[in-house]
C-alpha cells in the first residue's frame, strides 16, 4: 500500500480504542487500498482491450484464453473485496469499526492492521471457520 500512510499516521495503541487517529488510520489504508485496486483494474481493462485476439496459432489463442479468464476472475475477487472495503469505510463512519460483529469486543489493531477489513477478532473468525467446517465436512 501507499507510502503516504507511513508518513502521515502511523498505528499507536495510546489512547482509548478506535480513537480518531487510528480511525483516520483506517481511512486512509482502506482509501490507499481501494484505489490501488481500481487503478490495477484499469490497466487490467486497457490491456485486455489493447490485446491482439487475431492470433493465427491456435495454442496461442488458448494461452491467451486462458490468460484472459484468470485475469478476469482475479478482478471479480477484487471486486467484491471493492464491496468490502466499501462496508469498512461505512463502518468506520457509523462508530462501528474495529469491533467484532459477533462479540461486540475490539479487534485487535494488529488483526486490523494485517487485514483492515476484518469484521470478526480473531477468536470468533475461527470458530465461525471451524463451525463452517464442520457443515461442509457433514
Known amino acids: 500500500m501507499s507510502e503516504t500512510l507511513k508518513m502521515d499516521a502511523t498505528l499507536s495503541e495510546d489512547g482509548p480504542f478506535m480513537n480518531d487517529r487510528q480511525k483516520e488510520y483506517f ?8 484505489a490501488e485496486i481500481l487503478r490495477e483494474s484499469r490497466e487490467t481493462l486497457e490491456a485486455l482491450a489493447n490485446e491482439n485476439s487475431s492470433q493465427a496459432d491456435a495454442a496461442d489463442r488458448a494461452s491467451s484464453e486462458t490468460d484472459r479468464s484468470i485475469e478476469l476472475r482475479a478482478r471479480d475477487r477484487q471486486r467484491k473485496l471493492i464491496s468490502k472495503i466499501d462496508a469498512a469505510l461505512e463502518r468506520i463512519e457509523d462508530g462501528t469499526y474495529g469491533f467484532c460483529e459477533e462479540t461486540g469486543e475490539p479487534i485487535s489493531l494488529k488483526r486490523l492492521d494485517a487485514r483492515p ?18 457443515y461442509r465436512d457433514e
Open 27 to 34: 481511512r486512509r489504508k482502506l482509501l490507499a487500498w481501494k
Open 117 to 134: 477489513i476484518a469484521t470478526m477478532s480473531l477468536e470468533a473468525q475461527e470458530r465461525h471457520e471451524r463451525r463452517e467446517k464442520v
